[in-house]
């Protein structure tokens, strides 16, 4: 889990060195709403991630 964590943080830093070394605009809004709106969908897919992720383990133990 911290490891995906830091997989996640070092893939963020290194596409946004590489946005600024190739001058590529940045793959992020550059208003307040629209960085609550990224917040707000990640957010909800981590949230979904778990609930599915603990009906599947349930399911899982119900079928064994």
């Keep these: 889990m ?3 964590i830091f997989l996640g943080l070092g893939m ?5 060195a590489g ?3 190739f001058d590529v605009p940045l793959p992020a809004p550059p208003k307040l ?3 609550l709106l990224v917040v707000a969908m ?3 897919f981590l949230v ?4 599915l992720g603990t009906d599947m383990l349930a399911m ?4 064994k």
């Design 2 to 4: 911290i490891s995906d």
């Design 12 to 16: 963020g830093l290194f596409i946004g």
């Design 19 to 21: 946005c600024r070394w």
């Design 33 to 35: 709403v629209g960085a």
């Design 42 to 44: 990640t957010t909800g």
């Design 48 to 51: 979904t991630d778990y609930v």
């Design 60 to 63: 899982a133990e119900i079928v």
